[in-house]
Each structure stands twice: as structure tokens, then as C-alpha cells.
């Protein structure tokens, strides 16, 4: 990949550039010191990607991100020296289109090779972001038809969620539209490294109503509490529907996997269930989403209008894997008008039983 860099400290570009060709495959196609050079410069000579960073003088990084995915959109990776100080900023910046983000590797100064604290996990950030921008086959739907009779049943409710680039910013734009009294519990698989799991899920917190936090290893589904995937493994639902991490499929590129967490879902839960994909690069749970909904779950796409990449939904609108098509302003008011409809339909069969006595 050519991959460009931009940022305002001297030893953070070294670091990225030595990084960069540490790869033996990628190569630095520009530099720059600010975000309105960054802007310039990319419409001039669009890169394959783009080593962002966020506090910088004349323009910010996530004011840069928004512009550049505005005017000529490529890839962005975040890069901070400090994730817990600069939470806000990256998540801002994801909102805006960023891929992720990382550390910034630290060279040792003894060093006459590249070595450093962060070097490996951000090189398998180049290579995971490689694999998902260069794949271009189509998207397949690998379900197996299952019988008529198979649909979800029950009473009980769940609500589950899948995002990726500009999540976290449509995550707010739900979670914050959802009342505290609301009847369902709600997960979340959003594609983010687990280093920033739990400043995004204290983040979503801030936004809500709602009780959100990261999911552990054990816990249930539970009203008035929003689960959050929180490892770079994959969360997933067991037979008893408590939830669990699991390392494989271990080839994935997307560590927590959409497909993964909605396909045990499909298998195990019980209950009603509403499901919705939102932005984000790549195809991962539009596979999953289609099983969803053969198994007689509403499930929901965010439409491209408002979506920062239309990549995920666009995959499940062409598998026809959503009932509905809305913008992100309209997917909260679907999610309380479904557990409503239960509600009536839950009290309508109780009278039903009343007047049979």
C-alpha cells in the first residue's frame, strides 16, 4: 500500500515511516504536518491509506478525517500517543470515517533497527486494514434455508447491533434515542481494537439512558443494559444464551466478527428479535443478518444516504437481508416501535386467554 502520513511531531513521523517500510511491502507516499495540508494533499494524490494523527495545529485529525471522507474518502487509521487522554478525539474521528486506531510505535532509542513497544500490533493493523480494503469478492450467502416453522418465538425480546467505520457516532445517535424504561436488552458488535473498548463503551454510557457497558465472559442478556463487545476475540451466544468469546473462525479480518455474533444469535436465542447493520467498510454481518431474518427476526440497514461508508448495509441490501431500509435518525424510533408492537400483541393474546375463561 502507499500510505501517507499525517502529523505535527517530528519523532511520530519517523516512528510511522520506519514502521511503514519496516513492512518490506508498503512504502510512505507523502507527509504532511497538519490536517488542512492532509486535505490538500489527498485530493492531489489519494494514498491507500492514511496514518492520521489528532492533535495537530491549523486543523485537528478528526476535523481532517470528516473533510477528507467528505471530498475523496480513502481508508484512515488513527494514530495517538495517548488513547486514554485523546478517547473523545479518536472516537470523534471514527465517527467521521476513521477505520480505528492505534498507539504510536515508540522507537527504542539504542535501536539501529525498527524495534518498538507497539510495532507489532501496528503492523497487523496494516495488514488486517490491507486485507480489508483489497477484498473484492462478492458478497454470499452461505445460510442454510431453514423450515418454515423455524422463526423466532416467544415473548422475551432482544435487540442486536452491528457497526464499523462511523459507528461509534451512529451508536450515539441510537443509544441516546432510547428511553431508560426500554423493554429489551441490546448488544453490540462494533469493530474496534479491545484497547478501546472500554473508553468507547464509558463513552456510549455518557450518551444513553440506557446501562451500557462491555460484555463479559458469562453474562446474559438484561433489560436496561447495552452490551458492548470488548475483546479482539469474538463474541458470541451459547445454547443457555449466556455470552462468551470464542478465538475462532481465527481467520477473520474483522476481530470481534459481526457474522459471527449474529450467527449465534440465529442458533440460539429464543425470543423475539430485532437486529440492524449500520456503516461501516467490508461486508461483515450481511451474512448475518440474512440468516436473521430467515429465522423470522425484523431486521434493519442503515441507508446510504446517511451511512459514513455504505459497505456493510449495501452488502446486506444486495443478500436482501433487511426488512427495512432507514437513515440512522430514524433506526431508534423502529427499535421502539417493534418492542411496542410485541407489547400489544403480548396483551392482546393475555385478553385473548381472559375472555376464552
Not at 471514527?94 to 522507537?107: E, I, K, S, Y
Request: with cysteine.
Amino acid at each position: 500500500m502507499r500510505i501517507a502520513i499525517v502529523n505535527d511531531i517530528l519523532s511520530s513521523i519517523e516512528s510511522l515511516r520506519r514502521g511503514v517500510h519496516a513492512t518490506g511491502v508498503h512504502q510512505v507516499a507523502w507527509v504532511a504536518h497538519n490536517g488542512e495540508e492532509a486535505v490538500r494533499r489527498c485530493a492531489e494524490d489519494k494514498p491507500d491509506l492514511i496514518l492520521m494523527g489528532l492533535l495537530m495545529p491549523v486543523m485537528d485529525g478528526a476535523e481532517a478525517t470528516r473533510r477528507i471522507m467528505a471530498k475523496t474518502p480513502c481508508p484512515i487509521l488513527i494514530v495517538t500517543t495517548s488513547i486514554d487522554n485523546q478517547a473523545a478525539g479518536v472516537f470523534e474521528a471514527m465517527g467521521a470515517g476513521a477505520l480505528d486506531a492505534v498507539n504510536t510505535p515508540v522507537l527504542y532509542p539504542q535501536a539501529e533497527i525498527y524495534a518498538c513497544e507497539s510495532c507489532e500490533t501496528f503492523q497487523a493493523k496494516l495488514k488486517t486494514i490491507e486485507r480489508l480494503t483489497r477484498s473484492v469478492a462478492p458478497a454470499q450467502s452461505s445460510c442454510l434455508k431453514l423450515p418454515s416453522d423455524a422463526g423466532l418465538q416467544g415473548t422475551r425480546r432482544l435487540v442486536v447491533i452491528g457497526s464499523s467505520t462511523g459507528g461509534p457516532q451512529a451508536l450515539a445517535q441510537i443509544l441516546s434515542h432510547l428511553p431508560a424504561d426500554y423493554p429489551a436488552p441490546v448488544i453490540i458488535v462494533q469493530h474496534v481494537d479491545a484497547q478501546f473498548a472500554g473508553e468507547l463503551s464509558s463513552w456510549l454510557d455518557k450518551q444513553s439512558p440506557l446501562n451500557v457497558r462491555l460484555a463479559k465472559e458469562g453474562d446474559c442478556p438484561e433489560v436496561g443494559t447495552v452490551l458492548l463487545a470488548g475483546t479482539n476475540n469474538h463474541l458470541v451466544m451459547h445454547a443457555n444464551q449466556y455470552l462468551g468469546y470464542t478465538h475462532f473462525p481465527s481467520e477473520l479480518a474483522y476481530r470481534p466478527s459481526v457474522d459471527v455474533f449474529f450467527d449465534s444469535v440465529a442458533k440460539h436465542w429464543k425470543g423475539r428479535l430485532v437486529a440492524a447493520l449500520l456503516t461501516g467498510m467490508g461486508r461483515d454481518g450481511a451474512r448475518g443478518l440474512l440468516r436473521l431474518r430467515e429465522r423470522g427476526a425484523h431486521t434493519i440497514a442503515e441507508d446510504e444516504a446517511s451511512c459514513i461508508v455504505y459497505g456493510m448495509p449495501k452488502a446486506a441490501a444486495d443478500l436482501k437481508a433487511a426488512v427495512s431500509i432507514l437513515p440512522i435518525d430514524s433506526i431508534a424510533p423502529a427499535l421502539i416501535k417493534y418492542c411496542k408492537d410485541i407489547a400489544d400483541i403480548n396483551h392482546g393474546a393475555k385478553d385473548v386467554r381472559i375472555h376464552a375463561l
